[in-house]
């Protein structure tokens, strides 16, 4: 039981390994910033990350919805995360923008039970949705394990270890032993 959260760099293969999470019947919490930006992009909006007119809005939506969509996590399940709220924090800080104290605080008062860190795979691809380059790629994967380790989660780091199979059972592994976590 429980809510864990699975963050990581673009091309990290989250969503590979979500995917074989979800077909294993584990309540995979979709990516809320993927959500407004598929959204956008199919009714021919154009506020999404890569539009600069739009980024900050685009931040603001989406901290709104990820705190939503957190909050709506209720019961005794085991909820596991695609993304959070501290990657938003990350985002901040890959613009050059000071992360509001509001969205410090939400991220600090969180309360996951662990946090999977994705190191990226030895490959990058943009897609539709994923844009950044891949030296931003590089600078948020290492944001992204500085804000969660400072703001105090618990991050067991997921190497690119064998298949996607294999890290998922490394998480399945992790959560019901807490060992790591």
Known sequence: MGRYVITGGPCSGKTTLLGILSGQDYCVVPETAELIIKDQ???????????????????????????????????????????????????????????????????????????FFLEQLPFYETSEVRKESYEDAKKLSTLLRYVYNSLGYDVVDVSPMGSANDRAEFIVDTIKNKGLC
Request: hydrophobic share 35%; aromatic share 6%; proline share 5%.
């Open 41 to 115: 992009l199919e009714n021919g909006g154009d506020m999404v990350p890569s539009n600069p007119l739009r980024r900050e809005e685009f931040q603001d939506v989406l901290m709104r919805r990820q705190l939503e969509t957190e909050k709506a996590i209720i019961g005794d399940g085991l909820y596991i995360l695609d993304r959070a709220l501290p990657d938003n924090v990350a985002y901040n800080l890959l613009d050059g923008n000071r992360p509001t104290e509001n969205l410090l605080d939400l991220s600090r008062s969180a309360d996951y039970d662990c946090v």
